[in-house]
């Protein structure tokens, strides 16, 4: 969509938006839970546990990927499976995932198909045996997984010299460091994440990156 519309009159002088700007992810964030994922490899060591029954030839995305995916959508607040459909074309995204995103409906029988014996190995519970149960407990792994991930973070953020950053909640977190305008370069040899000059805690995210 590029035509552009009339926002109001700032006197005589006209106001208008239109969505013409590059490519521009307002989760420019992500980058720092990659990291954070690939230092302590927390979803990588789950997924190691959880056994794919699908046919080798068909797969697309493997389970650490969707694995991946889910969580670390929902740090940058999208609960939903059915949030991909307005993330498919991030790029920022594409790139940590290194790809295109899994679907919702992928991701829905990923988040159905892991049986109770996985999780039984993962969370030595074996109370029910009901399906629906079972695919709502594989929801609350991934949303555990996603909240040790934000501990980790706030662990990290205790160690930089923003003091006034020490005392976030995980809601603080998300909107004041996560969710952040960037954009993505690629050459062959380099990727760089472009952040907006304008953000607020430059020297925070610098801090964190570097850890």
Not at 127 to 144: E, K, Q, V
Not at 152 to 173: E, F, P, Y
Request: charged letters at 25%; a positive charge.
């Amino acid at each position: 969509m590029s035509k552009k519309t009339t926002a109001f009159y700032r006197g005589n002088t006209e106001v208008s938006v239109e969505f013409t700007a590059e490519q521009v992810s307002s989760d420019g964030a992500v980058v720092l839970l990659d990291k954070l994922e690939r230092k302590h490899k927390l979803v990588s060591r789950i997924s190691a546990h959880i056994p794919d029954q699908r046919d080798p030839a068909k797969v697309t995305h493997s389970v650490e990927k969707l694995l991946r995916q889910r969580v670390f959508t929902l740090m940058q607040g999208y609960e939903d499976c059915n949030d991909v459909q307005q993330l498919k074309n991030d790029p920022l995204f594409a790139d940590i995932l290194g790809g295109q995103m899994a679907s919702q409906p992928t991701l829905s029988r990923f988040e159905n198909s892991v049986d109770k014996r996985a999780l039984f190995e993962l969370c030595f519970s074996d109370r029910l045996s009901n399906h629906s149960y079972w695919a709502n407990f594989n929801r609350l792994l991934i949303s555990c997984l996603a909240y040790e991930l934000f501990i980790l973070l706030r662990q990290a953020i205790g160690k930089t010299a923003v003091k006034a950053a020490h005392t976030w909640q995980i809601s603080t977190i998300r909107t004041r460091l996560l969710k952040v305008g960037a954009t993505i370069h690629k050459t062959k040899r380099r990727i760089c994440y472009r952040l907006s000059k304008s953000f607020v805690h430059q020297r925070l995210f610098t801090e964190l990156i570097g850890q």
